[in-house]
Every structure is written in C-alpha cells, then in structure tokens.
C-alpha cells in the first residue's frame, strides 16, 4: 500500500506540476550514450552562433506543446494562393535553426506548399534538452498533427532531420525527401533501432534520397548501402560528385528543386 500511495503521489505531483518536472520522463535520456551528449553540445554551440536571433521575414511564428510539456518554436511560411491543402515539414540538421534556414524554402511557397519548421528541443526559442529520442517524439507529433489539418504532408528531412524523417516512413505520408544521410548510427554509438536503413519499406517509391560526393560530415561510403537499399525498393536516388553536405555548399537552390520536382511527380502519379 505504501508503495502505491508514494507512486500514485508522484504521478499526481507530475501531472500537476511545470514542464521541468514533466521532462523527468524518458523522452530526453541520451540513448546514444556520449557521443549523443556531446555532439548535441557541440551543434547547439554552432547554431546558435548561426541564429540571426531575428525572426525570417514574412514567416509566421509556429507553435508546438510537446507531449511533455515542453514549448516548441518554429515558423510557417505560407503558401501562395487560395485553399491549400498541401504542407512540407523541414526537419533540419543538427547545426541549424528554423530561423537559419527559414528563405532556403520560400520555393515551396511560392509553389503552392505551406512549410512548416520547428526548432529541435533547446535550439532557437525551444524549450527543452535535445536527446534523439525527444526529438524523433516532436517530428512525430508535429506530422500527426499536421496530417489532421493537411490532405498531402510531405516531408523533407536534411542531415540529423534525414536520420529523424527515415524513422518517421511508417507514418506513410505522401512523400519523403531524405538529403545527405547515413545508413546506420553504429559508429554514433546508437542503437540498430535507429538506424536509417533498417526503416525502408518494401516500396519506397514515394521516397527520394540524396547524397553529395564532396560530404565531410556524411561521407559517400556511410551513404552507400542506404543508397542501394533505396534503389532496390523503388526510391529515386540523387547522387551529385560535386556537392557537399546541405548549406555547406553552393547547391542549396538545386536540392530544394530537386525536391520540389519530385513532390510534383507524387502529385501527378509518375512514381
């Protein structure tokens, strides 16, 4: 009876009490152990450095409760024209900011496409400890949430946003865009649970995979086996010897194109 009376008390204590005491829950343990720690250390330093600290003009500011409590920032750059019922989520890189990256995608925009991006988890105006687990968790959320509001949601995953948007194909949305990823995490000290490769499904024919042959962070040969694997399901697989990794490089313009031609091709039954 005590142990029930201690554990009934601290469930109410945390239903009742503020988001720190909410996140005491699984969702920001490291589980890559301490390359996790440290590398989100690492990145959260470069992109803040990065943040204009201003919001991107013409972006609306776009707002997510976690299911922990936690207050999630983002940006919606909205659609030209009337009725849209299409929607792209940028899942970003590791090194970035909503607010960083935001013009990259008017594009979309301009196209027809409402863009939806959201800080990770202490990043820009998140609040919160960025852990892969509480991350994958957001993107989760934020796409649920998006497909009750959107009749097409696609999305468009860069880097670490690649590696979250390959553990989000279950989801089975209208079509994915995975730019520069690798095909495991082994030597990022995760578990095979998260690994890119072991998440395509038998037909990945709405899903279009990029890779930069000039990429220092992830290099061509990490690529390779996922590449493979993706061509073998039915993906569409872009690989440019002369890129780099996603806005390391001059080809930012032509990714977010590439993208683009490909959400049309969905659109129109070609794949």
């Known amino acids: 009876m005590r142990r029930i009376g201690a554990t009934a008390l601290l469930l109410f204590s945390c239903l009742a009490a503020t988001t720190s005491c909410l996140a005491a829950n699984n969702l920001e343990r490291t589980t890559c152990g301490w390359r996790e720690w440290l ?17 991107p003009p013409g972006a609306v500011p776009y707002l997510v409760t976690a299911m922990d409590g ?8 909205k659609a030209a024209g009337d009725n849209v019922g299409r929607v792209v989520l940028v899942i970003q890189g590791n090194a970035m900011t909503a607010a960083t ?8 925009a301009q196209a027809g496409y409402d863009v939806v991006i959201v800080d990770f988890r202490g990043y820009g105006k998140s609040e919160g400890i960025p852990r892969a ?21 696609y999305v468009y995953g860069l880097s670490l946003g690649a590696i979250l948007a390959a553990n989000l194909l279950d ?25 890119p490769i072991n998440h395509l499904p038998a037909n990945c024919s709405n899903l279009l995979v990029v890779s930069g042959g000039q ?57």
């Open 39 to 55: 590398g989100f250390k690492l990145w959260l330093r470069a992109a803040t450095q990065l943040d204009p600290g201003i919001d």
């Open 70 to 77: 936690r207050k999630l920032h983002g940006y919606r750059l």
């Open 101 to 108: 990256i935001a013009d990259a995608f008017w594009p979309f």
């Open 133 to 153: 687990k509480a991350l994958l968790a957001d993107n989760r959320q934020i796409l649920v949430g998006l497909r009750q509001r959107y009749h097409n949601v």
């Open 171 to 195: 989801l089975d949305l209208d079509a994915y865009v995975l730019d520069s990823l690798p095909a495991t995490l082994k030597s990022y000290g995760c578990p095979a649970a998260f690994d």
């Open 215 to 271: 990429d220092p962070i992830i290099k061509p040969a990490a690529s390779e086996p996922l590449l493979a694997r993706a061509s073998s399901c039915g993906a569409t697989v872009v690989r440019r010897v002369q890129w780099s990794h996603p806005f390391m490089d001059y080809a930012t313009d032509q990714r977010v194109s590439s993208a683009l031609a490909f959400f049309r091709q969905i659109e129109a039954g070609e794949k």
